[in-house]
């Protein structure tokens, strides 16, 4: 059943560069960029940049590297941590992890350029004894975007053309 939401929140998870911008999340959906999501549904929003804002691209494929990513408090979202007990009640946009990755792009960015969706807080239920039943996670946007693929030799290639033309 946990797969099942796990799956519900990170499947419309989309990279897409063309020549002078880069877009994660949603990129598929012609309604992504009007949608508000909550911090929890980040991946169905869009994100966009231009990619003379973009002080570096990497993919990242090495087991202990993505583990140190996904395990990273700087780098916290319920998309790689669902249910775990937090006390910072914000929520990092941009980090779209998933749970069972296996590659992913990391983006560099540079601050101010980056258009991220108009994001809701929502509600969080942490599993902890001694803390508040119930407490609410806040959108913080964030200068490094992480972002899982399944194509990592064809996403590798187009970020060394990127990197080349640059």
Not at 79 to 84: A, F, L, M, Q, T
Not at 108 to 135: C, D, K, Q, V
Request: hydrophobic letters at 40%; glycine letters at 6%.
């Amino acid at each position: 059943m946990l797969g099942t939401a796990f799956l519900y929140r990170n499947w419309p998870t989309g990279i897409r560069i063309t020549g002078d911008e880069l877009r994660i999340g949603a990129v598929r959906s012609p309604r992504a960029a009007m949608r508000k999501p909550t911090v929890t549904h980040q991946t169905w929003g869009l994100f966009t940049v231009p990619l003379t804002a973009v002080r570096g691209m990497t993919v990242e494929t090495d087991r202990a590297a993505i583990r140190r990513i996904k395990q990273s408090p700087q780098y916290f979202t319920l998309s790689n941590r669902y249910g775990k007990s937090r006390d910072v009640g914000t929520c990092k946009l941009g980090v779209l992890t998933a749970p069972f990755m296996r590659a992913a792009l990391v983006v560099e960015l540079h601050a101010g350029w980056a258009r991220f969706p108009s994001t809701r807080r929502a509600s969080f239920f942490p599993n902890a004894i001694g803390r508040p039943f119930r407490t609410f996670l806040t959108p913080e946007e964030s200068l490094t975007w992480i972002v899982p693929t399944r194509h990592p030799e064809r996403l590798r290639e187009a970020v060394t053309s990127w990197s080349e033309a640059r």
